[in-house]
C-alpha cells in the first residue's frame, strides 16, 4: 500500500473532468441549439457552415434587392400608365381638328389644350424618380455609341412589271395582290411628314413624260422632286424588290432629325381622292426609332443572386414628348392634324413597347424573387443539419456524462478514504 500516490482517486478524478467538460460541452449546445459553437467542435463543419450562412445571408439581401427593382420598374410603369393616357387624349384632339366642321378658333383651343398635354408628358418624364433617381429623362437608358436615323418602312406593294424600285413608275404601283394603285398621269400627290414638331406638306402632279418641277414619275422622285427639295434634304427612299417595301430614312440622324407621321394622298384633277392609293402609300410605320449619342451606360444593375456577377440589367428609354415624336405637335389646320394621328400612333406604340419591355421584366423579377426564397430554404435547411444540435440525442447525451461525473465524484470520495486505511497498520 502507498500513500505518495492515491492513483485510484487520480483515475477518478480525471474521468469526473471527463464526464464534466463533456457534460459543460452539452449544456452549452442545449442552451445555445448548435452543434457547432467553436472551430474546436467541428472544424471542417463550421467553415461549410460559415460558407453556407453567407449564401443564405446573400440570397435574402438579393431577394429583398430584387424586391426594390421591381418596385422601381412599377414605379416607371405606372408613370407610363398616365402617359399612355395623354396620348390618348391627344389622339382624340387630332381626331377632332382633322374635322372640317371646325372653325379656326375651334383648333385654336385644340391646340392649346395639345400644348399643355405635351407638357405634361415632359414632367412625367423628368419627375418621375424612385429613391431620387430618374427614370423616364433617357438617364436610364442604354449608352449609344453612334447616333441612328429613324427608319419608316411601308407595307408590301408591287410594280406592275419587273421587280419593285425606287425607279418604279408612280403609275404603274400595285398593292400586294398585285392590283393597281389607280394612279394616272396628272394626279395630285400630296406627300406630308413632321420633321422635329414641324409638319411639311409639299403636292406633286403623277406624270408618264418626263420628272421636271412640280412633276414626278417615279418614287424616288416622290420624295425629292424639284418642287421640294426641303423633302429630298430630310429622307432618304429605298426599295427592297424582295420584301416589296419601301424604306424612307431619315437623311441625319438623332431625333431632331427624325421623319413622323409620313402621309401620302393620291386625288384626280377633279378633286377625287384615290383611298385605295393613298392608304398604301401612307402604310409607312417606323421600324428603327431615331436616338441620339449617349456615351454613358445609365443602366441599371439588380444584384439578384448572392454572387459577384448575379445581376440584371433594367434599362428605361427617354420617354418625353420630344422622343417620343410629339413635340410641339401642331394640330391648327386639318391637314397637319391628320399627320399628327399617325405621329401619335406611333409615339403610342413606343410608349406600349416600353411598357411590355417592364412588365417583362417585373414578371421575371417575381420569378427571381420566388427562385431566391427557395434556394435560402433550402440551403438554410443544409446549413442546420450541419450547425443545430439534435436536442433529443444531446439530451442523452448530457445525462449520461452527468450520471457519469456523478459516479466519478462519489468514486472520487471513495478513493480518498483509501488511504486512511493504512493507519489501522500504525496501531
Do not use: C, W
Not at 423628368?126 to 407595307?155: H, I, P, Y
Not at 421636271?212 to 424639284?226: E, H, I, N, Y
Not at 384615290?274 to 444593375?301: C, I, M, Q, W, Y
Amino acid at each position: 500500500m502507498i500513500i505518495n500516490h492515491n492513483l485510484m482517486a487520480n483515475n477518478a478524478l480525471r474521468n469526473m473532468n471527463i464526464n464534466s467538460n463533456s457534460a459543460a460541452k452539452s449544456m452549452q449546445k442545449l442552451s445555445s441549439g448548435l452543434r457547432i459553437n467553436t472551430a474546436a467542435d467541428d472544424a471542417a463543419g463550421l467553415a461549410i457552415s460559415e460558407k453556407m450562412r453567407g449564401q443564405i445571408n446573400g440570397l435574402n439581401q438579393a431577394s429583398a434587392n430584387a424586391q426594390d427593382g421591381n418596385s422601381l420598374i412599377q414605379t416607371a410603369e405606372g408613370a407610363l400608365n398616365e402617359t399612355h393616357s395623354i396620348l390618348q387624349r391627344m389622339r382624340t384632339l387630332s381626331v377632332q381638328s382633322a374635322n372640317d366642321t371646325n372653325t379656326d378658333d375651334d383648333r385654336t383651343q385644340l391646340q392649346s389644350e395639345m400644348s399643355q398635354l405635351e407638357d405634361e408628358i415632359n414632367t412625367i418624364g423628368n419627375t418621375t424618380q424612385f429613391n431620387t433617381k430618374n427614370l423616364l429623362d433617357g438617364s436610364m437608358s442604354k449608352e449609344v455609341a453612334t447616333a441612328t436615323k429613324n427608319v419608316n418602312t411601308s407595307e408590301t406593294l408591287k410594280a406592275a412589271t419587273g421587280s419593285l424600285a425606287t425607279s418604279t413608275s408612280a403609275v404603274s404601283l400595285a398593292d400586294s395582290n398585285g392590283k393597281n394603285l389607280g394612279i394616272k398621269s396628272g394626279d395630285k400627290i400630296t406627300v406630308s411628314y413632321v420633321k422635329n414638331g414641324v409638319t411639311n406638306t409639299y403636292s406633286v402632279v403623277a406624270t408618264t413624260g418626263t420628272a421636271g418641277s412640280g412633276k414626278v414619275k417615279t418614287v424616288s422622285d416622290l420624295f425629292a422632286s424639284a418642287a421640294n427639295s426641303a423633302a429630298g434634304n430630310d429622307i432618304e427612299i429605298a426599295a427592297n424588290a424582295t420584301l416589296g417595301t419601301f424604306s424612307a430614312t431619315a437623311a441625319a440622324s438623332g431625333v431632331d432629325n427624325a421623319i413622323e407621321g409620313i402621309a401620302i394622298t393620291v386625288e384626280s384633277a377633279d378633286g377625287t381622292k384615290n383611298t385605295d392609293a393613298s392608304n398604301a402609300l401612307s402604310s409607312f410605320k417606323e421600324t428603327t426609332e431615331a436616338r441620339d449619342k449617349k456615351v454613358a451606360n445609365g443602366s441599371a444593375l439588380l444584384q439578384i443572386g448572392a454572387n459577384t456577377g448575379q445581376n440584371m440589367s433594367v434599362d428605361i428609354n427617354d420617354m418625353r414628348a420630344k422622343s417620343l415624336g410629339v413635340d410641339k405637335l401642331d394640330i391648327s389646320s386639318q391637314s397637319n392634324a391628320n399627320v399628327a394621328i399617325k405621329v401619335i400612333d406611333n409615339a403610342t406604340q413606343k410608349v406600349s413597347s416600353e411598357r411590355a419591355k417592364l412588365g417583362a421584366l417585373s414578371n421575371r423579377l417575381d420569378h427571381t424573387i420566388n427562385n431566391l426564397g427557395t434556394s435560402s430554404e433550402n440551403l438554410t435547411a443544409a446549413e442546420s443539419r450541419i450547425r443545430d444540435v439534435d436536442m433529443a440525442s444531446e439530451m442523452s447525451q448530457y445525462s449520461k456524462d452527468n450520471i457519469l461525473s456523478q459516479a466519478a465524484q462519489a468514486m472520487l470520495a471513495q478513493a480518498n478514504q483509501q488511504p486512511q486505511q493504512v493507519l489501522q497498520l500504525l496501531r
